[in-house]
């Protein structure tokens, strides 16, 4: 189990840059006021996991950790849904650093460490590793919702004002 749950999460992590990728792209284009690209793969990469948890989870019969992963990965939905409704919120106002800054923090300082703990230390495998990025999510959304409180993302989203003429 152990060796399952390393491979698992060495293939995870080998995906996060590629996560980040997607959002900052993501946050990109609506910067730019193209809010369809991002929603056109946000739909094709949420289809593309219907698929997958369909074939490798429910297609080779009902497999034991499957069941376990499908309950940590109703949690995740909802974690998920939350950070990235706010963080494309946040990027699209042009709050782009701090999400980033929060969201790198977050996949490398608590993620990692937590999926680690929690799939090899204390034998939880792929279960463990998915409370991980439960962990990580959840962050993420406090995070982002106390950003998004606080108003100050809002300063970044107005224009700035006409100078002022000044005679000479």
């Not at 990692?112 to 993420?140: I, N, R, S």
């Amino acid at each position: 189990m152990r060796r399952l749950a390393w491979q698992y999460l060495v293939i995870r992590m080998a995906a996060a840059p590629t996560d980040m990728l997607l959002f900052g792209l993501s946050g990109w284009f609506q910067g730019r006021g193209d809010t369809r690209t991002p929603m056109k793969a946000n739909v094709l990469a949420n289809l593309s996991n219907i698929v997958l948890y369909a074939v490798l989870v429910c297609g080779f019969g009902p497999i034991p950790v499957g069941r376990r992963l499908l309950v940590v990965a109703a949690s995740f939905q909802i974690f998920d849904a939350v950070t990235t409704v706010l963080y494309q919120a946040l990027s699209g106002a042009g709050d782009t650093r701090f999400a980033m800054r929060v969201s790198v923090f977050a996949s490398w300082l608590v993620k990692l460490p937590v999926a680690w703990v929690m799939a090899l230390p204390l034998g939880l495998g792929a279960v463990g590793a998915w409370m991980g990025f439960d962990a990580e999510l959840a962050l993420l959304a406090a995070v982002f919702a106390w950003r998004v409180r606080s108003g100050r993302w809002l300063v970044l989203a107005e224009p700035d004002p006409e100078p002022v003429p000044t005679r000479v």
